[in-house]
Structures are given as structure tokens and as C-alpha cells.
């Protein structure tokens, strides 16, 4: 396979114009940002080329406002913070992509930045008009995609760009990403074991067949286990299910019998008999009827620590329960806890990563520290399945 271009630390890009795509998509309720952890991964790169006086055009979206100019879904609160912490002039361009868009641009000088306004706002983006392309594509010299997160969509300032410019570039945000990735599926070290919850096992079918040929534990949390429950004809009561999940959980085990991987599955959980109370440790043989499985359980937790306690490399995607009550939050925060202390004491290689994992964590009241905490969904899913991603393979 070829190798990614990534962009040079000594390349010269004085006067130089950057097309520079960010993933900037961040939770925002009423024009206030939520949560910042996107931009301030940007930051960095960003002031470097400000540093290095280039001229910077960021392209980004938010949400997916299909074509059409939802207010909702603007990135003013994006450019206002951008505004307020980088050291220059921030431009926000609301405008049309026009055959004289080329000249709305010329005003920029070194060292300055424009924002351009939510890109999924053209139906063209979403569509990877090659017409689009051309238009964005003539506003650069040089285009830089450090949106890993969105790598995996064939969409205009993505992928057809690339076609009308003249270099272009994978940035460090992509590069630290596909690093880190690459530490779980080809530089490993072993013991390899990963963790994956969720509530779809039909989502993530692919990326688990893939990772047994690589990894040496699966061990499976969320609403995805209960699946599994049924495959050994336990009861599950009211929990999340999906239907007709039985053959590809047959598939997971064989695939996992001829690689020597194994598969470990909660042996007890936390119910209730809805979402909103609390719950009770029990059993899986124990469960009633009318009980929801709403999180993993003591002995379970214990166990994981136990598997993370003797692996040198973790790979965790999806909580261990239904995190958005505190009262089922706990088996997600000790496998957070479990694995940060083991990568703080330089025993474990650990990569995070999915956006409902990182939004699980954040109520954590302890500093946490991983290898690697990924930002990206389902780019890193892909990525982890082995697919050349589209936005991956024009940057070759």
C-alpha cells in the first residue's frame, strides 16, 4: 500500500495560502460550545501555521444540515472562539462559492485566518461535486485535511479537492491518529485486549472479525452483550436487544476459536426495571422479566481490571452501560480508571476512542491518562477494519 503523504514540519509555506481541513463539528447549545476538545486539538497546528506566516482558509462542518443554511447549525460560536484565541486577524467568510469566490479571498495576508462557514451548508459537499471542488480547490496552494474523524467520507473538501490542487497533505492530527491506531493492529505488543460496548453488534460486526485475527481478549460491554446472553440462552428481560444477531455471534466465536482469541462476556449486571432509577446487582441468571440491563456488575469490573492489569496494549471503544444515568455510569468510569492507571504506571499501550466512550469519561472526577484518546467514530472503526478510507487514499 502507499504511503500517506504527511505534511513536512520544514516545509515553507510563507505567503503560501493553506486549505486546511479541521474537524470542528463540536456540541453547541445555544450558541454556547459545550465542549471544546476538538478545537483545542486543532490549536496547535493552526498557530504553527500563523507562526510560519501563512495565509489560512479552514474548512469544517457541523452537523448535517443536509444543503440548507440551518442557524442552529452555524459555526459563528466556532469563529468567535477562534477570534478570541488565536493572536491575528480571524475572517468569517458566510458567502457564496461564486466564479469570483477566488477574489473574496485576496484580501487575506500573512499569518491570518478565514473560516469558512458551515461547508455542509452546499448540497455540493455532501454530493463531492466535482464543479464544488474546482471552486474550493482554486482558493489554495497547498491543502491540508487533518480531519481524520471524517476521513472516511467521500465529500467534497474530504476527497474531490485534492483533485484540484496542486499539493496536498495528511496534517499531524491525522498523522498522531493513524499512529496510534496502527500501535493496536500492526506495532503491537502483547498481550493485546479490546474492549468494545455500544448498543449495535450488526455496527461492528466487521471491525470485530477483523480485530481477532490481531488481538488476543474481546471482551464485549454495553447493550451489545445482551445479544450475547441470548446466544447461551439466558434471559434479558426488557433489555436492548437486536434481532436476529444469533449467526454473526456464531461467526464472532468460531473466528475467535481458530485465532486463539478469547471472548469474554459480562457474568453479572446492574438492572432496574427502567432507565431513569437505580439498580441492583444480579446475577445473569437472576434476571426477572420486567428488568432492564443497564450496566455491567461488580464481579465483572473486576474482572476487566484483572485482563487490563496483564495487557500491554487496550483497545476501548464503546461505555459499559447506559452511562447518561450516574446510577449506570460505573462500569464505564472503572474501565476508564483501570486503564489510565495502567498507562500512568508505563505498563499499557492504550488507545480511546468513539464519541459516546469520550462523553462517558468526561464525568469522571479524576484526571485520566491514555496513549491516545480518539476523537473520531466512525473513521476509527473503519480504520480499525481494515478499509482504505477515501479521504486517506487521494492523500497517497
Known amino acids: 500500500m502507499d504511503k500517506i503523504n504527511f505534511f513536512p514540519s520544514n516545509f515553507n509555506v510563507k505567503n503560501k495560502k493553506i486549505i486546511l481541513r479541521l474537524d470542528l463539528n463540536v456540541p453547541i447549545k445555544d450558541k454556547i460550545i459545550t465542549d471544546d476538545t476538538r478545537i483545542l486539538l486543532c490549536l496547535p497546528f493552526v498557530k504553527e501555521l500563523i507562526n510560519k506566516k501563512a495565509k489560512i482558509i479552514i474548512l469544517s462542518h457541523l452537523g ?30 458566510m458567502g457564496n462559492f461564486d466564479d469570483e469566490v477566488e477574489n473574496k479571498f485576496s484580501h487575506l495576508k500573512e499569518g491570518e485566518v478565514i473560516l469558512i462557514e458551515n461547508i455542509r451548508y452546499f448540497e455540493e459537499e455532501t454530493n463531492n461535486d466535482e464543479n464544488f471542488a474546482k471552486k474550493l480547490g482554486s482558493l489554495g496552494d497547498i491543502y491540508i485535511n487533518d480531519a481524520f474523524s471524517c476521513s472516511h467520507r467521500k465529500q467534497t473538501s474530504i476527497h474531490k479537492i485534492t483533485k484540484f490542487i496542486d499539493k496536498s497533505f495528511a496534517g499531524p492530527l491525522l498523522k498522531k491518529e ?3 491506531i496502527n500501535l493496536v493492529i500492526k506495532n503491537k505488543k502483547e498481550p493485546v485486549t479490546c474492549i468494545i460496548g455500544g448498543s449495535k453488534i450488526s455496527t461492528k460486526i466487521n471491525v470485530i472479525t477483523s480485530l481477532i485475527e490481531k488481538i488476543n ?7 451489545m452483550a445482551n445479544n450475547f446472553f441470548i446466544f447461551k440462552n439466558l434471559k434479558v428481560g426488557k433489555s436492548l436487544i437486536e434481532n436476529n444477531s444469533n449467526e454473526i455471534i456464531k461467526k464472532i466465536y468460531n473466528k475467535a476459536d481458530k485465532n486463539n482469541c478469547e471472548i469474554i462476556i459480562p457474568n453479572d449486571c446492574l438492572v432496574g426495571t427502567n432507565y431513569k432509577g437505580e439498580g441492583k446487582n444480579k446475577n445473569l441468571e437472576q434476571i426477572e422479566d420486567n428488568e432492564i440491563i443497564l450496566d455491567i456488575g461488580s464481579n465483572t469490573i473486576n474482572k476487566i481490571k484483572r485482563i487490563i492489569d496483564q495487557s500491554k496494549t487496550v483497545l476501548w471503544n464503546g461505555p459499559a452501560g447506559y452511562f447518561e444515568n450516574k446510577n449506570f455510569l460505573n462500569g464505564t468510569i472503572s474501565i476508564a480508571e483501570a486503564i489510565s492507571k495502567s498507562t500512568s504506571e508505563k505498563r499499557l499501550i492504550s488507545v480511546v476512542g468513539g464519541g459516546d ?8 472526577k479524576n484526571e485520566l491518562s491514555f496513549s491516545h484518546l480518539s476523537t473520531a467514530g466512525g473513521a476509527f472503526l473503519e480504520y480499525l477494519e481494515g478499509k482504505d478510507l477515501p479521504g486517506l487514499s487521494v492523500l497517497k
Open 357 to 364: 466512550t469520550l462523553a462517558a469519561i468526561n464525568n469522571s
Open 64 to 93: 448535517r444540515p443536509e444543503g440548507k443554511k440551518d442557524s442552529t447549525l452555524s459555526l459563528a460560536p466556532i469563529y468567535k472562539y477562534l477570534k478570541k484565541n488565536l493572536q491575528t486577524n480571524v475572517y468569517f467568510y
Open 217 to 223: 481478549n474481546l471482551i464485549i460491554v454495553g447493550a
Open 178 to 180: 493513524i499512529d496510534a
